[in-house]
């Protein structure tokens, strides 16, 4: 049976990811440049997401980074009032609500039973290099992707901690 969150090592940096991005969509990479020309600030909690997700986590073999993305700017160029103020945050949540969404009813399980949940508020990257050997699990596939039911964990809980780790960016500056 095929799953819809998917690993995968993970090997590209933020910037190969967006790189990637553009080439695979190159009918939206424009949308995101005007995006990111009108709106500068968004590029650093953009690319807080992106490390957030990585490229490890994918749906359908297809990163799910990209997905998001994709999804966040078609949803901006699809907007009646582009221009205005609400853009930035329409964007923003576009983009993190998919993942939310995706994500917030899955756990990932490596062999001796440590959990990645994404309300935890830890890097998928950052969860494998906390432990080298999940690495080597991934390649021989033994981390488990599971269901997780939790009432705890909502899709609006899931991306309010999305966007709060996007937002870190906005308080250190």
């Known amino acids: 049976m095929t799953q819809i ?19 695979t969509c190159p009918n939206l990479s424009p949308t995101l440049t005007l995006f990111l020309i009108e709106y500068p600030e968004a590029e650093i909690p ?6 957030y997700l990585s490229d490890a986590l994918g749906v359908f073999d297809e990163p799910l980074f990209g997905i998001c993305l ?21 964007f923003f949540e576009a ?18 039973g440590a959990e990645w949940r994404v309300v935890d508020g830890i890097h998928i990257t950052d969860w494998f290099v906390l432990n ?28 309010q901690m999305l966007k709060n780790k996007m937002c ?3 308080e250190i500056e």
């Open 5 to 23: 969150i998917q690993l995968a090592l993970s090997t590209s940096s933020v910037d190969e990811m967006l790189e990637q991005w553009r080439t």
């Open 168 to 170: 870190l960016a906005d």
């Open 70 to 90: 994709a999804q966040a700017i078609k949803n901006y160029e699809h907007s009646d009032l582009q221009g205005d103020e609400l853009d930035y945050d329409r």
């Open 132 to 159: 080298p050997t999940r690495l080597k699990q991934l390649e021989i596939q033994k981390i488990k992707i599971e269901p997780l039911f939790s009432e705890r964990q909502t899709v609006r809980r899931v991306q």
């Open 95 to 112: 983009l993190t609500y998919i993942a939310a969404d995706l994500l917030h009813n899955i756990k990932i399980e490596d062999q001796q």
């Open 46 to 51: 953009l690319e807080l997401f992106a490390y």
